[in-house]
Nanobody, 128 residues
């Protein structure tokens, strides 16, 4: 059983940078996948990016490519989402999720239905 806790959200201004954290409690296997999503009021949950522990590799949605960066700290069992040059449309609740696989899956997982564990989310509000 894993638990995911997001943090780092808050109120920022357009053009600012913000780094969100997703701390994972429990054992992470190298075959696990992580995903970052967001959900704005009245909208569906949107895929932002995916991360594979094996190979330390990332994949981003076109809408955030070049602005968002996913990284990790193995020592802290934490995955980060760095958001640069935020704009007003980025206001949303941001979620991290984990797919707990015990075998290797090469493709990235952009669908929220692929994931087993979710954090509670962290609110990001962009306002001038």
């Amino acid at each position: 059983q894993l638990q995911l806790v997001e943090s780092g959200g808050g109120l920022v201004q357009p053009g600012d940078s913000l780094r969100l954290s997703c701390a994972v409690s429990g054992t992470i296997l190298s075959t696990y996948h992580m995903g970052w999503f967001r959900q704005a009021p009245g909208k569906e949950r949107e895929f932002l990016g995916a991360y594979k522990w094996r190979g330390d590799s990332t994949y981003y949605a076109d809408s955030v490519k070049g602005r968002f960066t996913i990284s990790r700290s193995v020592a802290k069992n934490t995955v980060y989402l760095q958001m640069d040059r935020v704009n007003l449309e980025y206001s949303a609740i941001y979620y991290c999720a984990t797919k707990a696989l015990n075998y290797c899956v090469r493709r990235y997982l952009p669908d929220e239905g692929d994931y087993d564990y979710w954090g509670q989310g962290t609110q990001v509000t962009v306002a001038s």
